[in-house]
């Protein structure tokens, strides 16, 4: 059974520093793994999508990696802002369409 | 420019109605998921669609009853709630991606506080 694991639950970091969120998953058996952000009482949204044979995918100052092989992927945000405060959900796509998420990772840039 | 929506936004009950919580998206996505998001728990998916009248069981679709007569809706019934019921519910749409067809891109709608009482 497939599990995603997000490490660490709560992340507090200065505005301007860089930061990576991990996402972890046990089955590697993958189509493809999405990053999402959630702000408080607000639905999800997506910020990023890589297919099982993509490496990484970039978008303005976030970058996502895949390792397939090891079951993780990484959230790399950059020049970080206020704004970016949010809770970051990993979820994974396998074979039968279901989709698995972590429990995310909730992040505070201290202004 | 809808995209996707859900009705109603709050909803509080009783033990053993019956409840239906409505998901429209204007995309025309084959594909269409329900969620719930609990405190401790995370997401987890209860119903998915591939398509119009195609469903299946996610993780936790126990006590829940989806159909999917036309593409852009998918209704979600609770046939009797129960306390344990009250969550957050989460509708999401995606168009099929890479070689495989897999799930794409998901779309979320705004979400059901719904409150079982």
């Known amino acids: 059974k497939q599990e995603v694991t997000q490490i660490p639950a709560a992340l507090s970091v200065p505005e301007g520093e860089n930061l990576v969120l991990n996402c972890s998953f046990t089955d590697s058996a993958i189509y493809n793994l999405q990053w999402f952000r959630q702000d408080p009482g607000k639905g999800l949204t997506s910020l990023l999508l890589?297919?099982?044979?993509?490496r990484e995918q970039t978008s303005g100052r976030l970058n996502a990696s895949l390792d397939k092989s090891s079951g993780r992927s990484t959230l790399y945000i950059a020049a970080s802002q206020p704004g970016d405060s949010a809770t970051y959900l990993c979820a994974v796509s396998g074979r039968d369409d279901k989709i698995i998420f972590g429990k995310g990772t909730r992040l505070h840039i201290l202004p | 420019d809808a995209g996707i929506t859900q009705s109603p936004r709050y909803k509080i009950t009783e033990t053993g109605r019956q409840v239906t919580l409505m998901c429209h998206q204007t995309w025309s996505h084959s594909y269409m998921f329900w969620y719930r998001q609990d405190l401790g728990h995370g997401l987890r998916l209860i119903y998915y669609?591939?398509?119009?009248?195609?469903?299946d069981k996610g993780e936790v679709p126990d006590g829940y009853v989806v159909s999917r007569s036309k593409t852009e809706n998918f209704p979600l019934t609770l046939e009797s709630a129960t306390r344990s019921q009250t969550s957050v519910y989460f509708c999401?749409?995606?168009?099929?991606?890479?070689?495989?067809?897999?799930?794409?891109?998901?779309?979320f709608g705004p979400g059901t506080r719904l409150t079982v009482l």
């Open positions: 999401a749409s995606s168009e099929p991606a890479g070689l495989a067809g897999a799930v794409g891109t998901q779309y």
């Open positions: 669609s591939a398509a119009a009248d195609i469903t």
């Open positions: 890589i297919q099982s044979s993509q």
